[in-house]
């Protein structure tokens, strides 16, 4: 019964303790907001420099195409149309997956009130993927 009673008096009681502590998680979550809207827009611009490069691509090689001398220089202008297509597909599917990761660790690394990460124990039961990420951010 006098559980409730003692909660409210910690909230509203010096030295604010979990008044603290609520700062600093919601100061960790804008944090990981803002990482994530970095990260997003950083692949969104990524992918429309890629879909630009491919139309500028696509029209040089049509050109190239249609002042190919034999049906072998037609085919090798098409095949190296056709290379860079698949480049920029792969990059895509890399950055794909590095968006997910970056989402992933900033959504899954549990973070304590003092704005560390999680324990060990944590750390350890996370995939190795998360892991990474978030060593690679902290460097």
């Known amino acids: 019964m006098t ?27 804008r944090e990981n907001q803002a990482k ?35 049906p072998i220089d037609l085919l090798r202008e098409y095949q190296n149309w056709a290379s860079g297509v698949l480049q920029r597909a792969m990059v895509d599917g890399l950055a794909c997956q590095q968006q997910i990761v970056t989402a992933a660790g900033t959504a899954v690394m549990p973070r304590l009130a003092d704005g560390k990460e999680g324990a060990s124990s944590q750390t350890e039961t996370r995939p190795a993927v998360f892991v990474a990420a978030a060593r690679a951010e902290q460097n």
Do not use: K, Y
């Open 3 to 29: 559980e409730p009673f003692n909660a409210m008096q910690l909230l509203f009681s010096p030295p604010f303790a979990v008044s603290e502590a609520m700062s600093r998680n919601a100061g960790v979550l």
């Open 36 to 70: 994530s809207l970095d990260a997003m827009q950083r692949f969104a611009n990524g992918w429309f420099e890629r879909r630009h490069a491919g139309i500028r691509a696509t029209a040089e090689a049509a050109e190239r195409m249609s002042r190919a001398a034999t």
